[in-house]
């Protein structure tokens, strides 16, 4: 009992060193975002660092980390969609600012949307971000944000930043270590060996990266993202998705906590709109149906009563219009309808679309789109449906709202 109790007592004294301590400094840190955004001055640390780390002493610190990362989570053996990975990430590294490095890339067995960038170029996803990512667009950003970390150095350089800590640890550590081996008490020294593997698993880089290189990499993600010619809102629309499976799963801090130490990431809210400047920063445009399902006006035919078959415009899969079956002007209710969704389609991939960039013109009964019309409400569609043809272009105009609102909440929902 009393060799238990002075084991617990160790313990709980070797936590107290090596956690709670070091808190207050990394908290401090990790207030000051004022990471270096300057192409140039990025250029030149990532030279100095290289020159630290040649790539094959880099491969080699991260490789028993990735192994064990592997060997715990197990590999999905998928070729169609590790070549799926492997260009998107060819393309968004050679517009970085490591364009040589070489990546090993492989899915994780895991059903919670994550990725993790492993020093020495190892790139891991999990299949439950594949599945959660709605185009290349918004698997370019993710990927990006790991290719920042690793083109920036980020685990060699929070290792080497946490060096005091770990410093501190080891002291304690030996001094504890002194006593096991003077009394040899040989569960002190598989407490040492227990504690020793841990402060050097976290030099391994198997601790998380600090809020500051998270959001550095967020910057500098967007920035590879656009240059290899990637939509970069689709890593918006992607962390805005996680930012709603956090919430559904309960996993979200309601509040950034500076005490978390080796939390992962900063609060998500935070990060969003740490992303969204960098669209005010650059005067990039933002265009969510470009990188998001469901944007896309289509057309069908549907019987809509006994013998009554009319031509459907639709936009996310909602009926928005019904055309009458009478030719207007020598030009049939398919035809009309196909024109209708192309011009519509044309618009969102160039402008984009929410609520507020549709009107109506309620004297011509004509709906517009950033402006420009697109749909125009004809009598010989409103009689069909026995309805003025203002009433009718109204109930379109709300239709065309609703299918809006609809698409966007679904681009959110994970």
């Avoid at 709670?20 to 990025?42: F, G, K, M, S, T």
Wanted: some cysteine; charged content about 25%; glycine content about 6%.
């Amino acid at each position: 009992m009393m060799r238990a109790a002075r084991v617990s007592l160790c313990l709980a004294w070797l936590a107290t060193l090596s956690v709670v301590w070091p808190v207050a400094a990394w908290a401090a840190e990790q207030d000051d975002l004022n990471y270096d955004r300057d192409p140039a001055r990025i250029t030149l640390e990532i030279a100095d660092w290289s020159r630290k780390w040649p790539p094959e002493k880099e491969r080699e610190r991260g490789k028993p980390v990735v192994d064990e990362v592997d060997k715990t989570y197990g590999l999905v053996d998928n070729p169609e969609q590790l070549e799926r990975l492997r260009k998107v990430v060819d393309r968004v590294a050679a517009a970085s600012d490591r364009p040589d490095a070489k990546y090993d890339i492989a899915i994780l067995n895991a059903a919670e949307p994550n990725a993790m960038a492993v020093t020495g170029g190892y790139v891991r996803v999990t299949s439950g971000l594949l599945d959660m990512a709605q185009s290349d667009d918004e698997l370019a950003g993710v990927l990006a944000h790991e290719i920042a970390h690793s083109c920036l150095y980020h685990g060699l350089r929070q290792a080497d930043r946490d060096a005091k800590w770990q410093k501190l640890e080891l002291i304690a550590i030996l001094g504890v270590l002194a006593g096991s081996m003077a009394s040899r008490n040989a569960d002190l020294l598989q407490i040492f060996d227990a504690v020793q593997l841990s402060m050097f698993a976290r030099i391994g880089i198997l601790s998380s990266y600090s809020r500051q290189y998270e959001h550095e990499a967020d910057w500098n993600g967007l920035r590879y993202t656009h240059a290899a010619g990637y939509d970069a809102t689709g890593f918006y629309t992607f962390m805005e998705r996680l930012l709603m499976y956090e919430l559904e799963s309960g996993n979200r801090r309601l509040a950034d906590d500076p005490t978390a130490v080796w939390d992962d990431h900063p609060l998500t809210a935070l990060r969003l709109s740490e992303i969204r400047s960098y669209f005010l920063e650059q005067n990039l445009p933002f265009n969510r149906a470009r990188v998001c399902k469901g944007f896309i006006a289509t057309v069908d035919e549907a019987q809509v009563a006994q013998g009554l078959r009319l031509w459907q415009l639709k936009f996310g899969g909602r009926v928005i219009y019904q055309l009458g079956g009478e030719p207007i002007d020598g030009v049939g209710p398919q035809q009309r309808a196909e024109e209708t969704a192309k011009r519509i389609n044309e618009l969102v991939e160039r402008g984009g679309i929410d609520i507020d960039v549709l009107n109506i013109r309620p004297a011509t009964s004509v709906i517009t789109l950033h402006g420009f019309p697109v749909i125009s409400v004809h009598p010989q569609d409103s009689a069909v449906l026995e309805l003025s043809q203002s009433d009718y272009a109204r109930q379109v105009y709300e239709a065309f709202r609703a299918a809006v609102y609809q698409a966007v909440r679904r681009s959110k929902s994970p």
